[in-house]
Structure formats: C-alpha cells, structure tokens
C-alpha cells in the first residue's frame, strides 16, 4: 500500500513527505502520536480567538534563500524581527548582551570605555563567544566576561538545563555571545517572519496530496515492528519492503537497549489578558528571578490584532516518559557521555538499510526550524531521489 511510512509529522517529516509525494509521486503513510500534525511547531486558537503556539514559541528565521523559498510555497509572511529582553538588576535590556545593553546596565563612562575596547580588540557588528571573551588578556573585557555571565546567563542555565554550566559540555558556554552592536534584533538572519496563516496551515499545505496519507493518534508500535536482530520490518504484520523514516526518540526505537537518553522538558502555564497588551517586546527572559525562564506574548509575534492578548510561561523541567506533563522531550542534553551512548544506537541503525533516521530526536541534536528542513531536503536528495535515480 505504501512504498514510504514516516514516523511523526512535524517539520522533518512532512518536508520529506511533501517531497516523496510531488516529486518521486509515491505513495506515503504518516504515523503521528498526537492528535494534530506540525510537531513543536504547532499553533493554535484559544477560546478567545487568540492565537497561540502550543508548544511555545517558534520564529521562523534564515541565512538561507532556497529555505525561504521552500516555506514560501506554503506560506504568506506576516513581516517580523524577534525582540528579546531581559531582566536584569531592575532593568529590562535587550539579549543577546549588545552595545545598548551595556550603556544600560553600566554607569556611561565605564560602558564607553568597555565599549571602545571591545571595537578595538574585535570589530563592529560581530559576535564573541563568551568564552573567547573570558580568554581575552585585557582585564576589563574578563570583567565583562565574567558580568555577563553572572547575570544574564549562569542562572538561566541552572533553570533550564537543571544543572550548571560546568555540568555541561563547554560549547554550550562557548555559544554565549556578546554582540557588539546596537543591532537589538534576536537574530540578524536575511529571511525573518511568521507564516501569516499560523504553522499548522503551512503542514496543511505541505501534506496536502492524495499520495499522502495520515493516521493520528496512533502509536508507531502498535502498525510497526523494528527488529534490529533480524534487520528486517514489519508493517500491520507483513513484511514491509519500502523505507521507514523515522523521526521520533532513537532509544525508544530499540527498546532502550543501551538505556535511556536523557532530556529536558517543559511545563508551558498560559493566560489570557483582558488588556491589549502585556509587555513591550515578544519575549522577557527572566534569568535571576522566579521559576519561569521567560514570558512570551504571542501578538507581538504573529501581529493579530485583538482587544485581549495571551502569553505564556516556561518552566523547565525533568523529563519523564513514564509521567504525564513531563513526557514531551524538548532538548537532547549536551554532555560527551550522552553522545557517546547516541553513537551506539547510531551504529546499530546503520545495520537497517531499510531505516532512515532524521530530526532532533532521531539524531539527538537541536535543530532550528530552518536547519531541520535544510536537513530534510538534503536527506531527500542524497538517500531518496538518488537511490531511486540509481
């Protein structure tokens, strides 16, 4: 019936989908959990009519052209650039830390000196790791170093990954950076906006071909067996000879034979206002203070107007698959034992020339939006297109 079975429906498998479907025009089964498609990036409308995103919030951003052009065929834009503040010593100032932040935070002379220093040793409109910064011979920019460690991006850590920076891998305190520039948009990609029509409308669109069909709801093991001894699948209790991509947790796959890869969570509190509006950028973060690491307002990200808005909260924590509210993993832990125990799940998938493993859980690596589709169409070109060209 299908020479294709995709395991999860959001970004990484409908792109591929999509592809198989109008390209190659064969024939696909998406196997989905929940009860809707678009993963993560799931959006809704609450009861007031507000738009929110279920699984908080997701900016669409790109260096990359035919990535734009890709989502474009999906797609009308509501023109936005992300703003993030944080709050910090009083004072709301713009992340990632800039040239605007410092003359906010710090008395105007010592800001301009540490201002004029950090031109002169780096350049205008760059970013510097932290960790490049913390390295630096100057006194001054280790003081900075260790300023904006301390207050913008210590605490944050410890809430959202639930350990410290130390606890890490070092390259995650390594991507900090310091943007030396007045420059206050959270990402300064070329291609920036929201689907004008919410996300959920752009995978209605991508999935919409009679080649492609959907089953919701439904747990992949109760259609699908994976038997990694014998190499071989096993569809509705027949022998399955197309591929299986697979886009959920690689543990659970292979029944956690080398145990469990561990994740965050997220608890997600939403709230309606009967205001227009709660706070003056898309996103506070709030690194020092209180349980939650940010407030996001969800009209100032798709530009709906409502005389009501919306927010919400987020709380990090545990994950536990065996716990309703803490079963959704959101982010693979970056820690060197943790990859290592990935790579041996990775070597007995390459043993199934039948399966192809794609997205964040599957490889156990954040994506963005934008990277999670440019992988995608790359995994199409070179494993699928091509081996059917061949």
């Excluded at 000196?113 to 006194?139: M, N």
């Amino acid at each position: 019936m299908f020479d294709y079975i995709i395991v999860g429906a959001g970004f990484s498998g409908s792109v591929i989908a999509e592809r198989i479907a109008n390209v190659l025009h064969k024939k696909v089964l998406i196997i989905e959990k929940r009860n809707h498609i678009g993963g993560n990036a799931f959006d809704r409308f609450n009861q007031e009519g507000l738009m929110i995103h279920q699984y908080g919030p997701h900016i669409f951003h790109t260096k990359l052209k035919y990535i734009w052009d890709y989502v474009s065929q999906f797609a009308e834009w509501h023109y936005y650039h992300h703003r993030v503040l944080a709050s910090i010593d009083g004072q709301q100032v713009s992340i990632p830390f800039n040239l605007q932040a410092l003359q906010d935070l710090l008395p105007s002379g010592l800001a301009q000196e540490l201002e004029d220093k950090l031109v002169r040793q780096f350049g205008h409109g760059v970013k510097v790791p932290i960790l490049k910064l913390r390295e630096t011979e100057d006194r001054d920019l280790r003081w900075l170093a260790e300023f904006i460690y301390e207050k913008v991006f210590l605490h944050y850590t410890t809430k959202q990954w639930g350990m410290t920076p130390e606890e890490l891998d070092p390259m995650v305190t390594g991507r900090v950076p310091v943007f030396i520039s007045k420059d206050d948009r959270y990402f300064q990609d070329a291609y920036q906006g929201m689907p004008k029509l919410g996300y959920t409308a752009v995978f209605e669109g991508m999935l919409r071909h009679s080649n492609i069909k959907i089953m919701l709801n439904t747990d992949y093991k109760e259609l699908l067996e994976v038997d990694s001894g014998t190499q071989s699948i096993r569809f509705m209790g027949r022998a399955f000879e197309g591929q299986l991509i697979y886009t959920g947790k690689i543990d659970e796959l292979f029944n956690y034979e080398y145990g469990e890869l561990p994740y965050r969570s997220l608890r997600f509190e939403f709230e309606t206002l009967q205001q227009e509006k709660f706070q003056n950028t898309g996103t506070v973060n709030y690194p020092n203070e209180y349980d939650f690491t940010r407030i996001t307002e969800f009209k100032h990200l798709t530009g709906q107007k409502h005389p009501y808005t919306a927010i919400v909260r987020e709380y990090p924590q545990a994950y536990d698959r065996q716990r309703t509210g803490q079963d959704v993993p959101y982010y693979p832990i970056p820690k060197s034992e943790n990859q290592e125990r990935y790579s041996q799940y990775v070597q007995k998938a390459k043993q199934m020339s039948q399966l192809i493993l794609l997205g964040r859980l599957a490889e156990y690596k954040y994506y963005d939006m934008d990277a999670c589709i440019a992988k995608a169409l790359k995994v199409f070109e070179d494993r699928i297109a091509g081996r059917q060209e061949n």
